[in-house]
């Protein structure tokens, strides 16, 4: 399988259709020179994914949508070029595969496993500016942009940075292959991943019971002499959102086999709640390559909208091409969701729905913090299920933000986190991730809550 490198215009050199639409929330670069060259070289480096792995991940995304598979979406909400080692990665990988493996097992349900990883470095701000003891700045916008740091210099969009985003996704992408199948998500490592965990912390402990298990149903397969090649490597996708465009279209290129478009910067991308205009880039950027696309839905979207999206980007109704992600808040899952499922299902649509338990539950601290609070996220997950419970639909997934570190970033949990606690390593870029017991807790809930189901 190849995939052409073109130049981000079409066939006819002209700009691609998405290019002229308004586009929300991109950087203001200052140098129109300095990005050019960096858009020129980023067209001509080769593609991070290929066209097929896009084609595979839609065919297991359609299994989620016909329920016969769940969807594990999960990583960090804003990727730091800092955070690109060996460590890092292998911690946030670990984190998602013993989630995978608590889900597998427990609600016994195939999981397609999808990291917010390797491109997750563009954040959407609600304010373009952030003031601090009376300066203004720019707002950081994710590594590919600008600095963290509250200092102008750090603070100005440079597009060199597209290019340290690209080699940045280049290298977690390798390593993240090397694991996935090298030996290091072998199912016998099932405990391995649990060592430097277990003692300390009661989601740990009750990893190990369960680990057990599947060593003793392993050995039994052992004896029986079935050991499947599914059992040493791990399916694994990267996804991230696809917001800042002009890297994306660099990144989009014709696939030889079939003359479609991929974004070939990740497996899946989606379009969050603050670009999903249906007149806007975003959207028709989505809709124009072929990659399984996601979109996220907030508390305020009309079944019009969802109705309307699904048109736009699964025109040909293709279960595994379309996945919704709700992000209604806990107050309002139950409340405005039964309406855009029952209306999207009525229309023959299959998506995919998978719950975002995050986005619509966070709040400040009284320390000052962004913070969410694991009994928000755990009954925002509740609701989603009570509601496709209630309809007879599939509950899809599930779409984290987390890290493999023992963070304090969000309250609650086992293994508790306190408000007091949260400037202890309090070290997102952004927005509060789960810590590694506090989604090992929700991978248990959740896999209960599926076999409830
Ligand atoms: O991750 C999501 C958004 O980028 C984030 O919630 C925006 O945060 P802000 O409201 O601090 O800009
Ligand atoms: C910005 C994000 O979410 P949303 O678009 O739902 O706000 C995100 O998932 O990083």
């Not at 090298?182 to 740990?204: E, K, M």
Request: glycine residues 8%; hydrophobic residues 35%; proline residues 5%.
């Amino acid at each position: 399988m190849t995939v052409n490198v073109e130049t981000p215009q079409d066939k006819n050199g002209q700009e691609f259709s998405w290019q002229s639409l308004p586009a929300a929330q991109q950087p203001e670069w200052p140098d129109a020179e300095a990005l050019r060259k960096s858009l020129a070289d980023l067209a001509s480096y080769p593609p991070l994914v290929f066209a097929g792995e896009c084609d595979q991940l839609r065919t297991r995304l359609a299994a989620v949508a016909r329920g016969e598979a769940f969807l594990l979406q999960g990583g960090d909400c804003a990727e730091a070029f800092d955070g690109v080692s060996a460590d890092q990665i292998r911690n946030k990988l670990k984190t998602l595969l013993q989630m995978a493996v608590v889900l597998t097992y427990a609600a016994s349900v195939p999981v397609v496993k999808i990291g917010r990883i390797a491109g997750q470095y563009s954040k959407p701000r609600s304010k373009p500016t952030e003031t601090r003891d009376g300066v203004t700045l720019p707002v950081y916008r994710g590594d590919s942009v600008n600095g963290f740091a509250f200092t102008p210099e750090s603070r100005r969009p440079d597009p060199e940075r597209l290019k340290r985003m690209y080699n940045a996704s280049a290298s977690t992408l390798n390593l993240v292959r090397a694991f996935t199948t090298g030996g290091y998500a072998d199912l016998r490592q099932v405990h391995a991943w649990n060592q430097d965990f277990v003692r300390n912390s009661p989601s740990g402990q009750r990893y190990e019971r369960l680990a057990k298990e599947i060593d003793s149903a392993l050995s039994f397969m052992n004896a029986c002499g079935v050991d499947p090649e599914e059992f040493r490597t791990v399916e694994f996708f990267a996804s991230h959102e696809a917001l800042v465009l002009d890297y994306e279209t660099a990144l989009t290129r014709t696939d030889s086999r079939t003359g479609k478009l991929y974004d070939v910067s990740g497996h899946m991308v989606w379009i969050g709640e603050r670009t999903r205009q249906l007149d806007g880039a975003h959207i028709e950027f989505a809709s124009r390559i072929s990659n399984p696309i996601g979109v996220k839905l907030g508390p305020t979207t009309t079944v019009d909208e969802a109705l309307t999206l699904i048109d736009r980007l699964d025109p040909e109704r293709e279960p595994g091409r379309l996945t919704f992600i709700t992000r209604m808040g806990a107050g309002k899952v139950r409340d405005r969701l039964p309406g855009l499922v029952e209306k999207v299902t009525a229309s023959g649509a299959q998506v995919v729905w998978i719950c975002d338990p995050m986005h619509g539950n966070t709040y400040e601290a009284e320390t000052g913090h962004k913070t969410r609070r694991f009994d928000d996220v755990l009954d925002e997950v509740k609701g989603f299920f009570e509601v496709h419970r209630a309809l007879g639909t599939h509950p899809g997934g599930i779409h984290v933000e987390l890290t493999g570190d023992d963070v304090t970033e969000c309250v609650g949990g086992g293994d508790e986190v306190f408000e007091d606690d949260l400037h202890q390593r309090y070290e997102t870029a952004c927005d509060p991730r789960l810590n590694r017991s506090q989604s090992l807790d929700l991978a248990f809930l959740v896999a209960e809550m599926y076999r409830g189901q």
